[in-house]
């Protein structure tokens, strides 16, 4: 069965960065696309990022783009998202999640299979 473990969450400033990893186990990371999503409280979660199986195409949410650059390394069956300029704003749990599609970089949440059980990430102001 796969399961993502996600880490690096914690709290910056606002104006910092903060790398956020998730590690894909029972699995190959390079069978899947990957995204990233989060949730703050009392919102609906939404997509922030995707990447698809070869690292080659990516996709973003258009609060994030420019700031934040999501990655992967299948020989470590981890994804990462790096997130720069952070705002108070991003503050909110992230969660990774496969897609079964490998080049899918975007899509409903409904359509993404595994999910970790997220990181927190706080941007004080």
């Known amino acids: 069965q796969v399961q993502l473990v996600e880490s690096g969450g914690g709290l910056v400033q606002a104006g910092g960065s903060l790398r956020v990893s998730c590690v894909l186990s029972?699995?190959?990371?390079?069978?899947?696309?990957m995204g990233w999503f989060r949730q703050a409280p009392g919102k609906e979660r939404e997509f922030v990022a995707g990447?698809?199986?070869?690292?080659?195409?990516?996709n973003y949410a258009d609060s994030v783009k420019g700031r934040f650059t999501i990655s992967r390394d299948n020989a470590k069956n981890t994804v990462y998202l790096q997130m720069k300029s952070l705002k108070p704003e991003d503050t909110a749990v992230y969660y990774c999640?496969?897609?079964?599609?490998?080049?899918?970089?975007?899509?409903?949440?409904?359509?993404?299979?595994?999910w970790g059980q997220g990181t927190q990430v706080t941007v004080s102001s």
């Open positions: 999640a496969t897609h079964p599609h490998p080049y899918k970089v975007m899509g409903a949440i409904s359509e993404y299979e595994f």
């Open positions: 029972g699995g190959s990371l390079s069978s899947y696309a």
């Open positions: 990447i698809s199986w070869s690292g080659t195409t990516m």
